[in-house]
């Protein structure tokens, strides 16, 4: 696998982080009076959820309706789900647990380990660890569910990710960065798969697939571990929590810690495309799985922000209410090259942008523009109205006279 700095193609695209949706899908509050919610996890019928009122972690099936209540044991940091499993850390971060609520079964898996993450019969997680200690016995650790064996896969104290049968974590490089590893449980080969710019360690890797997401420097990230290709997803240097499933990547935009505003969006892998799904700047904590997003929100205490209550959103039921697209009268030829570019976006935008990809750009619905130089130039449409923004790519390639 090819380091980033030299091989893979960095893609910017162009964001509008105010941008709301108001009918990208449909809003369920699921709890009433929740108190002081710390993070939230959604796995196939099941929602998840942590608090710090009573240190517990609690449960909500999609299907029933019922509410479990787990003791939690002192939970501290995210959880992860599969299934009906949860796994935590628990004891003021000195152990890792796992809850199945169909049994009602609560486990300690390790202790003097924390930050686990969970799929199918795999838990992994690091070792603890406290300000002051050394690294000596750093480690990331593989625990198998069906022989109870922990293989330690990685010298490391970081926050793995897990998915199918790769492994994910960040690693100090040495140069003023961090490098992403992957594991491959069933090779145990371990790869770097690209490298980022930034100083502090990527705790909220997450994995889907062939993607990775992480954050750098307050910005989403994604890597396609297929292609070798690194997207940046945004660009405001205030984004937190990133979680992916499938297409759908999900994250918090304003410090989830602080008492500041903070909302939540997801932004669309296929189609390039950025949603804000709440509005009420008092939204954090989310996770994704299949078309359904859960996280946390204190619209219903917003003085003290102590109320913090669970809510469902579903994205089966949305509707794409705008579409960018556009056309132009050539794609190639030879410079200077004059190219006429025509909107053809559904959903009646009322701004565009588009950006032309040799530095000039223009804000006409139908712009003329002229090429002055061989080359091949990626134009970009960005559209709006008050449903949203979308953008669209085009390549336009420009050749040299004989």
Known sequence: MENKARQILVVFLILIASATVVSAGTETQLTQDERLTLRTSISANHVFWTEIAGNDVHAYDLTTGKR??????????????YGDKVVWTGDDGDSVYMCEVSTNNETMIASERRSPDIYGNYIVYTNNYYYGQDHENDGIYLYDLNTHNETKIAAVYSSPAIYGEKVVWSQENGDNGYDIYLHDIST????????????IPESELDICGNVVVWTESGNVYIYDIASYKTTQVTNNGDAY????????????IGDPYSGGSKDIYIYEISAAKTTRITTSDLAFAPSVYGDKIVYADCRNDPD???????????????????????????TSGTAP??????????????TWYWDFGDGDISNEQYPVHTYLSAG?????????????????LATINVRNKC
């Open 68 to 81: 479990t209540d787990i003791v939690g044991n002192s939970v501290v940091g995210k959880i992860n789900a």
């Open 188 to 199: 145990q080969q371990t790869d770097t798969i690209t490298t980022t710019n930034s100083s």
């Open 241 to 252: 929590q990133p979680a992916i499933y499938g297409d759908w990547i999900v994250y918090t």
């Open 304 to 330: 003290f922000e102590e109320v913090r209550d669970i809510y469902l959103y579903d994205l089966s039921n949305a509707s794409n209410n705008i579409v960018a697209n556009f056309t132009s009268n050539v």
């Open 337 to 350: 090259l004059n190219v006429s570019f025509s909107d053809t976006s559904e959903g009646t935008p009322n």
């Open 376 to 392: 091949n130039y990626t134009a970009c449409l960005t559209v709006s109205n008050a449903n949203g923004t979308d953008s669209k």
